[in-house]
């Protein structure tokens, strides 16, 4: 079984450019969360997928999109990159409907900076 | 909306002592609890959730909706302890996770 991977795991942007991140959900995970962490903050909530589709967002604003594969990997992507999000951006994966309690999986988290 | 506190960045306590480390929370409604932990170069990764009450690696955490409260208690600390703990909430029925600021545990040997 293997867990959750996230690529890459650090990257440098500048203002104004767009970034996707991926995130490999764990074997047997149907639902992927994101996670923003800025430093010294604890994560926030920024959106989950199930089955492909949004599944709940947070307080961000519409330049934060996904995406959810029929594999149930997914996509994160900024548009517009703003130097506020420079960031540990988290995925975790979790089984959804399948009695396993939701329990989340958290991947290591890929490094965002933005110059 | 939904808030989780925790008002303390840093608690340094020496091994063997107790551990008692704060979260309090803010939700009308019904939520779930957790409490997760990051061990040095680790990944998060859940420690325990309120409806289990389960005790893990000696933690306990009982939820008092009176004061809403959460807080993550051990007896006697162990320097495999030190960490940074998150309290986070889930509204029930729903998928957005709250998490606190974080508390970072130091056990002193």
């Known amino acids: 079984e293997t867990g959750v991977t996230q690529s890459p795991t650090h990257l440098i942007k500048t203002r104004g450019q767009q970034v996707t991140l991926r995130c490999s959900s764990q074997s047997g995970h149907n639902t992927v969360s994101w996670y923003q962490q800025a430093l010294g903050q604890g994560p926030q909530f920024i959106f989950q997928?199930?089955?492909?589709?949004?599944?709940g967002r947070g307080n961000f604003p519409p330049r934060f999109s996904g995406l959810q594969f029929p594999n149930y990997s997914s996509e994160l992507n900024v548009n517009a990159l703003e130097l506020d999000d420079s960031a540990l951006y988290l995925c975790?994966?979790?089984?959804?409907?399948?009695?396993?309690?939701?329990?989340?999986?958290f991947g290591p988290g890929t490094r965002l900076t933005v110059l | 909306a939904q808030r989780v506190t925790q008002p303390e960045k840093l608690l340094s306590v020496f091994k063997g002592a107790p551990v008692e480390l704060k979260c309090n929370y803010s939700y009308s409604g019904s939520p779930e609890l957790f409490w997760y932990v990051q061990y040095s170069r680790q990944r998060l990764q859940l420690l325990l959730r309120h409806i289990s009450r389960e005790s893990i690696k000696g933690f306990t955490a009982d939820l008092n909706k009176g004061e809403t409260s959460f807080h993550l208690k051990k007896p006697f600390a162990q320097e495999e302890d030190s960490a940074m703990y998150y309290c986070a909430l889930r509204p029930r029925g729903y998928q957005k996770v709250t998490f606190g600021i974080g508390t970072k545990l130091q056990v002193i040997p």
């Open positions: 975790a994966s979790s089984a959804t409907g399948q009695g396993l309690g939701n329990e989340q999986f």
């Open positions: 997928y199930y089955r492909e589709e949004e599944n």
